[in-house]
Structure formats: structure tokens, C-alpha cells
């Protein structure tokens, strides 16, 4: 069975300054997908940013970035020019490719919650 | 364009009774699929719907069980509720297994359900 970690319950940052989440995964697959989430207190999971495992270019999505490292199944999360906007719970995702796994199992990891400081 | 609503927001229920959750997809989503969130076990997998039939179930007991209609909806149902099933229940869509099988996964703004 797949496993996502997220070894930072917690973050903080200054706004206007970068921070990285971490997330590291464990899987026998080679084909799979990776997302972040991003859970405001409004409840509803937004998602952020997704990574295809068969691409080697790492994902970017206007001040969202991540650093995919197959080999080390590591795939952390850099937020650049943080706003007070971007405060919420961030979860690291994985999801198989292979159909029989079904089209909308997501594995998560625990969260890290983010804070914006002004 | 509307998205994926869940009915009711908030719910407070008694041991021993049955709940009800629904969930309306977007437009055109036909997968639905729920998952429960908890202080304590985080985002687990429930079970997935396409075309009316369950098509993964994650590790949960009997006492859950879900069903989507032909327009999409779905519900899901638990039974014989312990305080251990107070949870946000989160409903998600997508476009599933035809043309878009990696179309991402669009998320409702949850069930909080108590159970005393």
C-alpha cells in the first residue's frame, strides 16, 4: 500500500518571503500522479498543484513550485512570495495510474498547517 | 459554473441512529467519490461511484455504504453511528474514467458530522 508523510505539522513564514513544504511518499509503482492540496477554514480542498510521475519537469503553477524527486520520492512544495491569502492546511497527495486502483482513490498525508505572518 | 455541493453542512446525531449524506457533482462530473477526515486519522478513502457503480472501496466497516444516481448524485449512508464516526465527510468529483482519467479532483465544502 502506498504511504504519503508530511514531517511538518506545523510552518510559518513572513509574508512576501518563500517557504517549502515537505512530502515524502512511499510506493512500488512507477506510474502515478502527485498532487498538493491546500484546505482553508472554509473546509473545501482546493487543489494547488499536480505532478505527473513520467515528467521529469517539475510542475509550476504562478508562485507555486515543486521539487519532484522520483529516486528519492520526495516531492515538496515551494510557495514564493507567500500572501496572507495562502494560510491553510496544506496536504500531499498520490494517487495510482493503474485504473484498477480506481480514478479518484487519493492517498494523503497528514497536513501541514501554514501560517502567514504580516 | 456550480461546484460539487454536500447537503447539510452541519448534522448532530445520536449513537445508534442513521445518517444520510448527499452530494451534487458538476455538471458533466460523472465519479464521485467520499472521503472522511479526522483529527486523528486524517483524509481516509471511502468508496468511489462511476455510472452508478461502486468502483473502489477503501477500508471501512459495513456500517458504510454509498450509492450514486443516473444523474450523477450520490449519497452516502452510514448506520448504527458511534461517537467514532464524527468526522468532516468531504465529497469530490470528476470527469472519471472516459475521456479524462486523470482530471483532477474537484472537492464540496464537507459534512461535519457529530455524533453524541
Known amino acids: 500500500a502506498q504511504t504519503v508523510t508530511q514531517s511538518q505539522p506545523e510552518m510559518s513564514v513572513q509574508e512576501a518571503e518563500t517557504v517549502t513544504l515537505s512530502c515524502t511518499y512511499d510506493?512500488?509503482?512507477?506510474?502515478?500522479?502527485l498532487f498538493w492540496y491546500k484546505q482553508p477554514p472554509s473546509r473545501q480542498m482546493i487543489l494547488v498543484i499536480r505532478q505527473e510521475a513520467y515528467k521529469q519537469q517539475n510542475a509550476t503553477e504562478n508562485r507555486f513550485s515543486v521539487n519532484f524527486q522520483k529516486a528519492a520520492k520526495s516531492f515538496s512544495l515551494k510557495i514564493s512570495d507567500s500572501q496572507l491569502g495562502d494560510a491553510a492546511m496544506y496536504f500531499c497527495?498520490?494517487?495510482?495510474?493503474?485504473?484498477?486502483?480506481?480514478?479518484?482513490?487519493?492517498?494523503f498525508g497528514q497536513g501541514t498547517r501554514l501560517t502567514i505572518n504580516p | 459554473k456550480a461546484g460539487v455541493t454536500q447537503t447539510p453542512r452541519y448534522l448532530i446525531k445520536t449513537r445508534g441512529q442513521q445518517v444520510t449524506l448527499s452530494c451534487s457533482p458538476i455538471s458533466g462530473h460523472r465519479s464521485v467519490s467520499w472521503y472522511q477526515q479526522t483529527p486523528g486519522q486524517g483524509l481516509q478513502f471511502l468508496f468511489e461511484?462511476?455510472?452508478?457503480?461502486?468502483?473502489n472501496k477503501g477500508n471501512f466497516p459495513g456500517r458504510f455504504s454509498g450509492r450514486q444516481f443516473s444523474n450523477s448524485r450520490s449519497e452516502m449512508n452510514v448506520s448504527t453511528l458511534e461517537l467514532g464516526d464524527s468526522a468532516l465527510y468531504l465529497c469530490?468529483?470528476?470527469?472519471?474514467?472516459?475521456?479524462?482519467?486523470?482530471?483532477?479532483?474537484?472537492f464540496g465544502n464537507g459534512t461535519r458530522l457529530t455524533v453524541t
Open positions: 469530490a468529483s470528476s470527469l472519471g474514467y472516459l475521456r479524462s482519467y486523470n482530471s483532477p479532483l474537484h
Open positions: 461511484y462511476f455510472s452508478e457503480t461502486q468502483r
Open positions: 510506493t512500488s509503482e512507477s506510474d502515478y500522479y
Open positions: 497527495a498520490y494517487r495510482s495510474a493503474e485504473r484498477s486502483q480506481g480514478a479518484q482513490k487519493l492517498v
